[in-house]
């Protein structure tokens, strides 16, 4: 069996879960509270109105709703194998473990690149209603949101490859989503500390505070610096990624 064989079986495991309407449930709550409460205080002479309702709509879903929204995910589509001992009946077909493994977290960014795109999709229409609303003539910056949506997306890689590793390795969901849980709490305070370059679970958060800094500084500095970050977050993602890949389907077969 082909790894894209496999790809497409794994699609079809999830193709009637819950998981389209997930990706829906954050992206809906916090674009339309956020672009809501500040779109009262536009006057048709205020500017940058894109950038504030994007960092005032992304701050909270970066640290916590898009974390949370993927852990749900993570247990959802490992759940689709633990019904009716149905990763031993996988197990026993010629398929290689880490193939099986690869294709889930393949999923599993699918998932997430879409909920990346219903964020978008969600904000520009929230943000065009409330700029014609309020009478603010400010072009929408689609260049602007592309760039930092790509970097929510890669920025929170690092992050489900930590929690797909949890997920692989706890046996119960209870377990592995109340780790998640607990790893993704702290997030906004780590991402204060030296330690944030070494913690995937802040990673987006810390990717929005840095446009938040941008937007309020007056120098034009960037505050997000790619290095020593992109190097250290290969490693993260390399170490979970590896670990999740070795260890799936190993305590089933035991």
């Known amino acids: 069996?082909?790894?894209?064989?496999?790809?497409?079986?794994?699609?079809?495991?999830?193709?009637?879960?819950?998981?389209?309407?997930?990706?829906?449930?954050?992206?809906?709550?916090?674009v339309v509270s956020g672009v809501a409460n500040l779109s009262n205080y536009f006057t048709p002479e205020y500017t940058n109105a894109w950038p504030a309702m994007f960092i005032q709509s992304a701050l909270v879903y970066a640290y916590y709703l898009l974390p949370f929204s993927m852990i749900v995910v993570c247990v959802m589509i490992a759940g689709r194998e633990t019904g009716n001992n149905g990763i031993l009946k996988m197990l026993a077909l010629p398929v290689s473990r880490c193939a099986l493994s690869i294709a889930k977290f393949c999923v599993l960014t699918f998932y997430l690149f879409m909920e990346m795109v219903v964020f978008l999709v969600?904000?520009?229409?929230?943000?065009?209603?409330?700029?014609?609303?309020?009478?603010?003539?400010?072009?929408?910056?689609?260049?602007?949101?592309?760039?930092?949506?790509?970097?929510?997306?890669?920025?929170?890689?690092?992050?489900?490859?930590?929690?797909?590793?949890?997920?692989?390795?706890?046996?119960?969901?209870?377990?592995?989503?109340?780790?998640?849980?607990?790893?993704?709490?702290?997030?906004?305070?780590?991402?204060?500390?030296?330690?944030?370059i070494a913690y995937p679970y802040c990673y987006s958060g810390y990717l929005v505070s840095c446009s938040l800094h941008d937007f309020t500084a007056e120098t034009s500095?960037?505050?997000?610096?790619?290095?020593?970050?992109?190097?250290?977050?290969?490693?993260?993602?390399?170490?979970?990624?590896?670990?999740?890949?070795t260890q799936f389907g190993k305590k089933e077969m035991r």
């Not at 997306?153 to 706890?170: N, Q, R």
């Open 1 to 30: 069996m082909s790894f894209l064989d496999l790809l497409k079986i794994e699609f079809m495991k999830v193709k009637r879960s819950k998981i389209v309407p997930l990706i829906f449930i954050a992206p809906l709550l916090v």
């Open 221 to 245: 500095d960037a505050a997000f610096s790619v290095f020593p970050f992109l190097p250290c977050a290969i490693v993260v993602f390399g170490l979970f990624f590896a670990l999740a890949v």
């Open 122 to 196: 969600v904000f520009v229409i929230a943000g065009l209603i409330a700029t014609q609303t309020m009478g603010v003539t400010e072009t929408l910056p689609i260049l602007y949101l592309l760039k930092w949506c790509l970097g929510l997306f890669l920025t929170m890689l690092p992050c489900i490859a930590a929690m797909w590793a949890i997920t692989v390795l706890f046996e119960k969901p209870l377990l592995s989503v109340g780790l998640n849980l607990l790893l993704v709490i702290p997030g906004v305070l780590v991402a204060n500390t030296p330690l944030w």
